[in-house]
């Protein structure tokens, strides 16, 4: 039996229903395996905070930036994606109260992991908000998320990844990546890449990609991740 008031302690919040907070952290293949489960997946919950965080984010931005749109989009994303938000999730241990299935429990891909734990974490969100309001929800995600911005800006992580790893690869080595398509499958209404990213003629790494761009973007951060220039 998970002991929710341990959640609630890390979260900094004790909830009126308890509910909301459990329900959060259920994941749809659970109820695959326990259809018989009081509550519903978080999946609900999850399009609500997705919205909190974004208005809370982009009110902070507005209110203490005078940067353009443009700068305040980046900075903005790299609040609320994936990565940010699975991060904080760990960091709150928000993992050990998953309901997930066996499947789940015993996957051992830290992408798929790390997908699941950042829908947690905006479910958490929502139910937050549903439970204590805006100004709780506002506190919370200040604490947890907005808190690493400074470090965001500091290390440029707002940049896209192939911005990112060209900027450092000029910096440290004193070449411009190239990407070359290694592999193109499926038919055209269904297209896969694999593209591969160079340091003159050294294959750092290759990413994929249902478009050039898009697998261009997971080679830079794959390159990245392997260089350890993040």
Do not use: C
Not at 94 to 112: P, R
Not at 166 to 174: H, N, S, V
């Amino acid at each position: 039996m998970k002991s929710f008031s341990k959640l609630e302690n890390k979260l900094g919040v004790d909830f009126d229903n308890k509910d909301l907070i459990k329900q959060a952290v259920v994941h749809r293949s659970y109820l695959n395996e326990h259809p018989e489960f009081e509550l519903d997946h978080n999946e609900r919950l999850e399009f609500l905070g997705d919205a909190v965080l974004e208005l809370v984010v982009t009110e902070h931005l507005y209110k203490n930036f005078p940067n353009p749109e443009g700068e305040l989009t980046n900075w903005r994303a790299s609040l609320v994606n994936s990565t940010m938000l699975s991060t904080v999730a760990r960091e709150l241990d928000v993992e050990s109260f998953l309901y997930l299935s066996k499947g789940e429990t015993q996957d051992t891909n830290i992408k798929a992991r790390n997908y699941i734990l950042a829908n947690a974490m905006e479910a958490i969100i929502g139910s937050i908000y549903l439970d204590k309001g805006y100004a709780v929800s506002q506190k919370f995600i200040a604490d947890n998320i907005i808190s690493k911005l400074d470090e965001i800006l500091e290390n440029k992580l707002y940049q896209d990844p192939k911005s990112r790893f060209q900027e450092i690869a000029q910096d440290k080595e004193g070449v411009t990546p190239t990407y070359k398509v290694i592999e193109e499958s499926g038919p055209d209404h269904d297209k896969h890449f694999i593209v591969g990213v160079f340091l003159k003629k050294e294959l750092v790494a290759k990413g994929e990609g249902s478009s050039k761009q898009e697998a261009q973007v997971n080679a830079a951060q794959e390159a990245l991740d392997i260089k350890n220039w993040e």
